[in-house]
């Protein structure tokens, strides 16, 4: 069982609460994703596995998180990072935000991760594909509707960040 931060409207520690509880009650919780961005200022996507509990083949976020108790935001992004595409390399925060959409319910934290061209370690029991997309193929995929909820809305954050660099 994996317990999570059981948060506030202003994303203040209310108590801890199982995965489990946090999606059948709706509560608040915190979780992130990472944008994965390459030097062509694509953003590398994956498409869920159809074994998901939630959205199950939807197309995603390089990699999304939820943050277990006991760690930051960043410790969870350094954590996925390695463990769903296999990289250690360095993440900005760019900006959270608060997301309900049964039934999710949480902050999201947005964290950008450049790539170098390092082989990329996909997690095949998260995601069934993935690969890069410029921002017009993305906004192609989210206008279709086949992403997933925080991909659309974090999307917002990781282009504007990329058009004003």
Known sequence: MEDLYYVDRNDSVIGKVSREKAHEKLLRHRTGIIFLVD??????????????EIFSGCNDASSSFHVTYGESYEEAAKREGKEELGLDNEIEFLEKFSHFDPPSNHFVAVFKMEYHGESLDIDQEEFETGGFFDLKQVEKMIDEKDVTPWLRDGFDIIRENMISK
């Open 39 to 52: 030097k062509k200022d694509r953003i590398f996507l994956t498409k869920r596995s159809p074994d998901k």
